[in-house]
């Protein structure tokens, strides 16, 4: 097949269900410990299933699971070496602005480095890297009706400095 032809034929595909949705992510870590106190110790996720040392399931709100963890291929390994494919982050999802300054609190308390904060017009995100160097974004979505848009109705995402200290400035959650 012709790049030509991969094109057109990628022009041509029924779209996915809009219902559809990315249930769960699955890392490759090289500690389950390490890895736990980040997202169960850190980010808040609630452990449903651990297989002792070299497995775990998390989830947010009581979902089966959002986040599988194991070692089976990686107990001690290193992160991948830049320049390499593989996964570029996992983003979670925060439903309230609030709830974002919560999870960057965390960070700060647990001294956490903060690798990124942008502004993109439709979303607020925070960027860092998990113990195994994997990449995370904690983010929150505008209301649709704030998002950008061009004069065709099209969205227009942008990348500007967030004002961390004024999503820090929010009241805390109770």
């Given at each position: ?12 595909v029924?779209?996915?269900a809009p ?5 769960h992510?699955h890392l490759?870590?090289?500690n389950i410990?390490r890895a736990?106190d ?9 452990i ?9 399931f ?7 699971h959002h ?14 070496a830049?320049?390499t494919?593989g996964l ?5 999802l ?14 700060v308390?647990?001294g956490?480095?903060i690798?990124?904060?942008s ?6 995100a ?6 195994d ?11 649709r ?7 065709e109705g099209?969205?227009t995402?942008?990348t ?12 805390e959650?109770t």
């Amino acid at each position: 097949m012709t790049e030509h032809s991969k094109s057109q034929s990628l022009q041509s595909v029924v779209p996915i269900a809009p219902t559809t949705s990315i249930g769960h992510v699955h890392l490759k870590v090289a500690n389950i410990n390490r890895a736990l106190d980040f997202y169960h110790g850190v980010l808040g996720f609630e452990i449903v299933i651990r297989m002792g040392n070299s497995a775990a399931f998390l989830s947010a709100g009581g979902y089966h699971h959002h986040i599988g963890m194991n070692t089976w291929e990686s107990l001690g390994g290193e992160p991948p070496a830049p320049g390499t494919t593989g996964l570029y982050h996992v983003a979670i999802l925060y439903r309230r602005r609030e709830e974002l300054a919560d999870a960057v609190r965390r960070l700060v308390k647990a001294g956490i480095p903060i690798g990124g904060a942008s502004d993109h017009g439709v979303s607020e995100a925070i960027y860092l890297d998990d113990p195994d160097g994997n990449g995370v974004e904690l983010y929150w979505d505008r209301p649709r009706e704030e998002w950008p848009l061009d004069s065709e109705g099209k969205i227009t995402m942008f990348t500007k400095r967030l004002d961390i200290d004024g999503l820090l400035a929010l009241p805390e959650l109770t």
